[in-house]
């Protein structure tokens, strides 16, 4: 185990800072791996049944987002052939999140249910149109706003990236520390010793034998 002072001991902190690269990229992969296999959607302002959820997913080159109506909540994945609208990601110009959304502005909205704007997010493309979203829960607005967010080349900001990074991190310099258990570690790196006079215990291979 580390403790609390060596975690933060010079050290470790700059092991820590080269290991966030490493394990961001890491974290971005898994959402964008997470976007390819998609999630159903709640619609915000539903008024027949048959159109009350639909899904989005990304594809696998990660270059189109594909969606459509779905008759019913699904928890597996649905085709990319079954969905009938797509969106190209280089067509996407921001991501829009809580009371900014265009549907958090609709009359009526936020009143049934003000919860919502925690789990709703936009997407702005062309010059002023949007594909609205309610997450499901938390952990699935996370996922989808820290994917959109790494298409769109901007640092992932949620709560659980955080959470997975300071995890993550974490157990990587254990596994790493697992040889140096119970051996302290020091402030700053020890001096280098000065040159020898001589080098006379060197043995001299070029020497030949007799």
Known sequence: MISQDESKSRPMMELRERLQPEVAELIRQQRL????????FRKSAARRRQDKFWY???SPNH??????????????????DSLQEKLTVADIKALITGKDCPHMKEKGALR???????????????????LNFIAP????????????????????????????????????IKLR??????????????????????????????????
Not at 187 to 207: G, H, L, M, R, W
Request: hydrophobic fraction near 30%; proline fraction near 6%.
């Open 33 to 40: 791996s997470r976007l390819c296999e998609g999630t159903c």
């Open 112 to 130: 049934q249910n003000k919860d919502m704007l925690d789990l709703a997010f936009s997407i702005l493309y062309e010059s002023d149109e949007y």
């Open 63 to 80: 270059k189109v987002l594909h969606y459509g109506d779905v008759e019913e909540f699904s928890q597996g994945q649905i085709p990319h």
């Open 137 to 172: 829960d938390k952990h699935e607005y996370c996922i989808w706003t820290d994917g959109l967010n790494a298409l769109l080349g901007k640092e992932m900001t949620s709560e659980l990236t955080k959470s997975d990074m300071d995890t993550l991190v974490t157990m990587e």
């Open 177 to 210: 520390l697992l040889d140096l258990e119970n051996i302290q570690i020091p402030e700053a790196p020890p001096p280098i010793p000065k040159e020898p006079s001589n080098y006379d215990f060197v043995y001299d291979y070029t020497q030949q034998q007799t």
């Open 56 to 58: 989005c997913r990304l």
